[in-house]
């Protein structure tokens, strides 16, 4: 879970409480909201293109693409070096939104698919003025709809009006739209799933494996209301499935601990595929502010650029 | 405070039920919307923590419902007991009526009531007032109120066995009304006494039919006295008897050569073929040719029985039923009794102008009787036949002996009738009354003279003591003869004409008297001979001077035998079983007609038998229904109140209902009941508008 704002640089700095935050109708303007104020830096590009800073050489190996191939190395020294260049613009990132009828549960005046919803288009929107390259795909129980990554103004319009629409869907099934991502987005990139993955996580692991194996970064943003991780209602209730509809009784105050364990033991479990993966998992509550999220996620992107820099020397 | 019905007290276990409803947490209807259940599981209503109960006073007030309710249903009563109260509630007084009447001899009946009897004391509780009463004719005590409250509580019921030990059946009919009113007159004597309770008659019967109990109908019945029937059953429904039809006195003469029984079968008997025949002791074998007879049950048949086939025995019995309490009549074969009159008189007996003339007339015979007139001449020797005559008529003049030997036998305790015809014979009236100088004169009224007034009270005329039979004035006097009363002394005026001369004059001579008649009954007299009053008139006085034998018709036990009026030292009664019993010297009757037989009363070396039979109702054994004392005003206690009372528990039980029903505190407990509910209510309602007005007041 992302730390409360107090520990963070950002305590200084003027959070927007979700709940004010959801008030503003335009998602765009509330991505604006959020997104105002950052840093409007670049980052490092994980991809190394032909554009214009070179990062390094490297050995030729046959089967390396001789177009890369610094033939003024050659020339002076008669051996084979790779020329690698440092691609700036060139993030691909591909968000995927659960619009499952789960997201649909908010106990604040708002959903947790809203709260998605505006997280997702946050990131849209500061990839897009970073100048990277956003797409979108939503889904409930199958793929319900697909933009491929691409940086035009008009896309980003596009990626909202899309978010935008109500989750509708009755299951949550993670493993086809997932598996689709994979089919669709050739390109590596980065992949953010913003879901509460309140379903089974076995068949999960595989498909994020899958994703994971065609080169892409993942990101995964586990949404979840507060009363989702505490159960903390007063009476004993008839509590019905928002998918499925079925109904049991409850007694929150006897339910309650075997609950916040079960739901723990998901969410660490969840991690711990992450983990496997290699995958960055943030955990939000959906009173949570979304700067928050924002500042994780790019903190940890910056210390992942790093890294590879550091790698790379 | 006890209880009448302590089981309902369990119905207070239903004051968990508000307390567990209160600890259960509220199962709603609510639904909550949740993300996905994957994570959760049904959790069972479950028990709340006791310091979690919320409404502390609206469970009180409906564990107090719930309480209340069950007190009130469990019927409390506070036991009172006074200070004169004895322990074990209040005291019954109870009256034991057992039936010792004929019908009770049937086969193991008496056994029955006994033990019924014993049962019904060994019951009593140490307040409890016992009396035991027998019945048949009349009740008899047994054991008083006085004999059970002398002795102390545990010698009680020893007192009372002993007592009911020593009785057995008799003879006698049953008057259950009378015997009834008995037993409630000695409850009655009770009724201000507040230390008793209920008042019981505890009637043990085998209430046949033929109980009389039209008693009860003028009676009215004390209030707070009620009846406990137990009546018996009888092990034999068979049951036919055997009833003698009285025979008229005079005008039957079949009577002589046949006797006419009844033969009665019981509704519900078995048998239908009975036999009749004499018999010469009791349970023998039938004499002579038996007449057999079919009575269906519920049927009587009228048999005779030829006389001539009695061959001296004096009984009847009837044979083929089961119980022969019932089936033997005792007769007494009838007996012409002869009676003389002599009459003094120089009538010629067929004058029809004479007196004579009428006299042998108005007496003809009849089985039963026979009676001779016998004219005398004047001056002729009187024969011992003649002295002994039951009464002597005098119309003439007599010669100085006979009007003393007259006088002597009137003396002795005869009659003399003296009928004076003339102004002159009534000179004769003097040597018979032992006066001298008695005159009479002659008087003739201008119409016709009659009885102006009459001493009713008098034997002689006490059977006409009926506004039926006490019109005299039909009889016209055209004649008399008047007496100077005052010139008699001792006479005593029985009769006067309407212009107040003497009528008939009674004179008591020594033992006897002189009946002085003023007026003849010959035609040129008077109307008297022809008068439906005559014949009458003649065997009163007759019977006055004590000719004629008692009249024999039926006796049933118990019915008090007449002695002769001349009775004498000597009278003795001999009783069916050979007993002698001598009468006390005041008595003129004998009560102690105990059993059905020929008693013989015997006085001065004469003798009459009567026949006693049973009482012809007793041999109607059907049961009579209860409905039929109810009818007559009598409260029947309810028999399971009785019965069930068989041990001190349920006997408190009884007291307790008694108790409760008298204080009916359940009522109030309803009450309260109703009234918490109502604040029940009022608290919920206000409670469960309290968050909805909260909420819309807008304050948490």
Redesign the interface.
Same mark, same amino acid.
């Given at each position: 879970m992302i730390a409360p704002a107090s520990n963070r640089s950002l305590a200084s700095a003027s959070l927007i409480e979700p709940k004010a935050l959801m008030t503003i109708r335009s998602l765009e303007l509330r991505a604006k909201a959020v997104v105002e104020g950052f840093w409007n830096g670049s980052h490092r590009s994980p991809y190394h293109g032909f554009s214009v800073e070179f990062t390094e050489y490297r050995q030729y190996t046959p089967g390396d693409d001789l177009r890369y191939l610094d033939w003024k190395v050659f020339a002076r020294s008669d051996r084979y070096f790779i020329k690698k260049f440092e691609d700036e613009t060139n993030l691909r990132c591909q968000l995927v939104v659960d619009q499952s009828q789960?997201?649909n549960?908010g106990s604040l005046s708002y959903t947790?698919a809203h709260y998605a919803a505006t997280l997702a288009a946050t990131l849209a929107y500061f990839l897009h003025l970073q100048g990277d390259a956003v797409g979108l795909l939503t889904f409930d129980e199958a793929v319900r709809d697909f933009m491929p990554a691409r940086h035009r103004a008009d896309h980003l319009r596009q990626i909202m009006i899309t978010l935008e629409k109500p989750a509708g869907g009755k299951t949550t099934d993670l493993v086809a739209p997932l598996e689709r991502v994979a089919q669709l987005v050739r390109k590596r990139g980065l992949v953010v799933v913003v879901s509460?993955f309140? =379903?089974?996580l076995e068949k999960l692991e595989r498909s994020l494996l899958t994703l994971a194996a065609s080169g892409q970064e993942l990101a995964v943003f586990q949404v979840l209301?507060p009363t989702?991780l505490t159960l903390q209602?007063d009476?004993?209730?008839?509590?019905?499935?928002?998918?499925?509809d079925?109904?049991?009784?409850?007694?929150p105050s006897? =339910?309650r601990a075997?609950?916040v364990e079960?739901?723990k033991a998901?969410s660490a479990a969840l991690k711990a595929v992450c983990q496997k993966l290699g995958a960055t998992h943030y955990q939000l509550m959906s009173d949570q502010p979304l700067e928050l999220a924002l500042f994780e996620f790019l903190q940890e992107r910056m210390r992942r650029g790093r890294a590879q820099t550091r790698n790379r020397s | 405070m006890n209880f009448l019905a302590p089981l309902f007290l369990l119905g207070g276990i239903a004051i968990a039920a508000p307390i567990i409803f209160h600890l259960i947490r509220r199962t709603t209807r609510e639904h909550r919307v949740f993300s996905s259940l994957m994570f959760l599981l049904p959790t069972p209503p479950r028990l709340t923590r006791r310091s979690r109960l919320e409404n502390w006073l609206l469970l009180l007030l409906r564990c107090l419902a719930l309480g209340l309710l069950a007190l009130g249903f469990a019927r409390p009563f506070l036991k009172q007991s006074s200070p004169n109260d004895p322990p074990g509630g209040p005291a019954k007084r109870i009256v034991v009526l057992l039936d010792v009447s004929a019908s009770m001899r049937r086969a193991g009946l008496f056994a029955d009531a006994r033990a019924q009897a014993e049962s019904t004391i060994r019951k009593a509780g140490p307040g409890d007032q016992i009396s035991v009463f027998t019945y048949d004719r009349v009740a008899q005590p047994v054991l008083s109120f006085g004999e059970w409250n002398g002795v102390a509580f545990s010698e009680r019921i020893a007192l009372a066995t002993s007592r009911l030990a020593g009785l057995q059946p008799g003879w006698g009919g049953t008057n259950l009304g009378a015997a009834l009113i008995t037993a409630a007159e000695a409850l009655a004597d009770s009724e201000n006494d507040k230390t008793v309770g209920t008042r019981q008659i505890v009637l043990i019967s085998d209430l046949q039919n033929g109980s009389r109990v039209e008693a009860l109908q003028a009676y009215e019945w004390p209030k707070g006295i009620e009846l406990v029937a137990e009546p018996l059953k009888t092990r034999n429904p068979t049951n036919a008897g055997l009833q003698l039809l009285a025979d008229t006195a005079d005008g039957d003469r079949q009577a002589a050569t046949n006797v006419r029984v009844r033969v009665s079968n019981a509704a519900d008997s078995t048998r239908e073929a009975f036999k009749i025949g004499w018999i010469k002791a009791v349970g023998g074998e039938l004499v002579g040719t038996p007449v057999e007879t079919y009575v269906p049950p519920g049927q009587t048949r009228v048999i005779s029985v030829p006389v001539a086939d009695a061959n001296g025995a004096t009984m009847i019995g009837l044979r083929g039923d089961d119980e022969d309490f019932d089936n033997t009549v005792f007769v007494i074969p009838p007996v012409q009794q002869k009676v003389t009159i002599a009459y003094f008189g120089s009538e010629n007996a067929e004058d029809i102008q004479q007196p004579l003339f009428f006299l042998k007339r108005a007496l003809p015979d009849t089985p039963r009787l026979a009676i001779a007139v016998k004219a005398q001449a004047a001056g002729a020797v009187l024969a011992p036949d003649v002295m002994a005559s039951a009464l002597f008529i005098v119309t003439d003049l007599l010669p100085a002996n006979q009007a003393a030997l007259l006088r002597e036998q009137a003396l002795a305790g005869k009659t003399i009738l003296f009928v004076a015809k003339n102004a002159a014979a009534a000179a004769a009236l003097g040597p018979l009354l032992g006066l001298d100088n008695l005159a009479a004169e002659e008087v003739k009224p201008p119409s016709y003279a009659m009885l102006g007034e009459i001493d009713f009270q008098h034997p002689l005329f006490s059977p006409f003591n009926d506004p039926r039979y006490s019109d005299f004035t039909k009889i016209h006097f055209w004649k008399y003869r008047r007496l100077d009363p005052a010139a008699i002394p001792g006479a005593r005026m029985l009769a006067k004409f309407d212009r107040g001369d003497p009528a008939l004059l009674e004179v008591p001579v020594g033992k006897g008297r002189v009946l002085v008649l003023a007026s003849g009954w010959n035609p040129e007299d008077s109307q008297f001979a022809v008068s439906s009053k005559f014949v009458p008139m003649l065997f009163s006085i007759l019977e006055l001077g004590g000719g004629l034998a008692a009249p024999v018709g039926q006796r049933m036990v118990g019915d008090p035998l007449p002695f002769p009026t001349e009775r004498n030292e000597t009278l003795a009664v001999r009783t069916p079983d050979g007993k002698t019993v001598q009468p006390p010297a005041e008595s003129t009757v004998f009560s102690a007609t105990l059993q059905p037989g020929i008693y013989r009363v015997e006085n001065a070396g004469r003798s009459q038998e009567f026949a006693v039979n049973l009482d012809s109702a007793e041999t109607r054994t059907t049961p009579l229904p209860l409905e039929e004392l109810e009818r007559l005003g009598v409260p029947l206690a309810r028999k399971k109140a009785v019965v069930a009372a068989t041990t001190p528990a349920q006997d408190a039980l009884l007291q307790g209902g008694a108790a409760e029903s008298r204080q009916k505190l359940w009522r109030w407990f309803i009450i309260a009941t109703l009234f918490v509910l109502l604040g029940e209510s009022a608290l919920a309602g206000w409670t469960a508008r309290k968050p909805a007005l909260s909420a819309q007041t807008g304050t948490p």
């Open positions: 789960s997201m549960y947790k509460d309140l =379903a089974p209301d989702e209602f009476q004993p209730m008839l509590f019905k499935d928002i998918e499925s079925r109904e049991i009784y409850i007694d006897t =339910a075997s609950y079960k739901i998901h | -």
